[in-house]
């Protein structure tokens, strides 16, 4: 079982940035595939970003590649989104989740854990 606690999130200017941080307890996320998922109202949850256990490989939304960055910090047990050139349309809550390591993580059925979340907005 993790436990998954995100944090950083706020509000922003358009062009801004924040760096969003999930915190896990429970298990080590070294056994871990790690997601970002965003949600705004009347959406559907979409995907962000995935990270591999080891690091090694990151998968990006269209939406957002190249202007977010995830990462891992198996030591901390951290997962981190650092999100650069804030668009109003990245305002949503944001969560993270694990998956098996097998997961590629590209999908929200991959994913097993999740967190609350944390919201998003960004000011035109």
């Known amino acids: 079982q993790v436990q998954l606690v995100e944090s950083g999130g706020g509000l922003v200017q358009t062009g801004g940035s924040l760096r969003l941080s999930c915190a896990a307890s429970?298990?080590?996320?070294?056994?871990?595939?790690m997601g970002w998922f965003r949600q705004s109202p009347g959406k559907e949850r979409e995907f962000v970003a995935s990270?591999?256990?080891?690091?090694?490989?990151?998968d990006y939304a269209d939406s957002v590649k190249d202007r977010f960055t995830i990462s891992k910090d198996n030591a901390k047990n951290t997962v981190y989104l650092q999100m650069n050139s804030l668009k109003p349309e990245d305002m949503a809550v944001y969560c993270c989740?694990?998956?098996?390591?097998?997961?590629?993580?590209?999908?929200?059925?991959?994913?097993?854990?999740w967190g609350q979340g944390t919201q998003v907005t960004v000011s035109s």
């Open positions: 989740a694990a998956a098996s390591l097998s997961k590629r993580g590209l999908t929200r059925d991959d994913y097993a854990y």
């Open positions: 429970g298990r080590t996320l070294s056994f871990y595939t």
């Open positions: 990270i591999s256990v080891n690091g090694a490989r990151t």
